[in-house]
C-alpha cells in the first residue's frame, strides 16, 4: 500500500492548498430550512483571552486557503466556541431547523464491508471540504466572532445532512 501510494502520489491533495474541490455541476452542498421555525442569529460568545489569538490564526488560515469569506449580512449567525485546539461553530439552533435529508442506504453500504480485511478512509479526512455550498444557500451557514461574520463557501464538518452530501458522490463515483 506504501508503495502504491507513492507511486501516484501526484494525485493526492497533500495540503489544503492543492484541494481542488468537487465541481459545483457535479454535486453541492444544499441546505433545505424549514419554513414553520423562525432564523435565529445567535450573539458571540465571550472568548477567554488567550483564545482570541488562535482562533485569529484559524480564520486566516480558513480565509487563505478560501474555505470561507468575510460577510456583511447573513441569514444566520452562530457563535464561536474553542476547544482543544481548534474552533468549533455552535450551529445547533441551524441545525435544528434544517430538514433532515437521511443517509442513502446506509445498510447496504454497510454490508458491502463485510469480509473485507481492511477498510480505508484515506480521503475521508478533507472529504467535507471538497463540496461547495451551492450560491443560494452561502448565507445559511454563517459564524461570527469578535470581527465579523463569515460565510462557509465549502461544507463545513458540522453541517446537517454532510454524510448524505458525501455518501452520495463516493457511492456515485464508486459506480
Known amino acids: 500500500m506504501e ?5 501516484f502520489k501526484d494525485v493526492f491533495a497533500w495540503t489544503y492548498k492543492y484541494l481542488k474541490g468537487i465541481p459545483p ?8 430550512l424549514d419554513t414553520t421555525i423562525p ?4 450573539a458571540r460568545y465571550k472568548l477567554k483571552p488567550n483564545y482570541v489569538r488562535i482562533v485569529k490564526q484559524d480564520i486566516d488560515k480558513l480565509l487563505a486557503i478560501r474555505f470561507i469569506q468575510f460577510v456583511e449580512k ?13 474552533i468549533c461553530i455552535d450551529s445547533k439552533k441551524q441545525n435544528a431547523t434544517t430538514k433532515k435529508d437521511p443517509l442513502p442506504f446506509i ?4 454490508n458491502t464491508l463485510v469480509g473485507y480485511e481492511a477498510y480505508s478512509f484515506l480521503d475521508g479526512y478533507l472529504g467535507y471540504h471538497k463540496f461547495f455550498i451551492a450560491l ?10 469578535d ?3 463569515f460565510i462557509w463557501k465549502v461544507m463545513p464538518f458540522q453541517a446537517k445532512n454532510g454524510p448524505p452530501t458525501y455518501q452520495r458522490v ?6
Not at 508503495?3 to 507511486?7: A, T
Not at 432564523?39 to 445567535?42: G, I, K, P, R, S
Not at 445498510?107 to 454497510?110: G, N, V
Open 74 to 86: 447573513a441569514t444566520w449567525s452562530s457563535p464561536i466556541v474553542y476547544c482543544k485546539l481548534k
Open 170 to 175: 463516493v457511492t456515485k463515483a464508486f459506480r
Open 107 to 110: 445498510d447496504e453500504m454497510l
Open 39 to 42: 432564523l435565529a442569529h445567535q
Open 136 to 145: 443560494k444557500d452561502k448565507y445559511k451557514i454563517t459564524f461570527i466572532i
Open 25 to 32: 455541476k457535479l454535486a453541492q452542498h444544499k441546505i433545505e
Open 3 to 7: 508503495q502504491l501510494l507513492k507511486e
Open 147 to 149: 470581527s465579523g461574520g
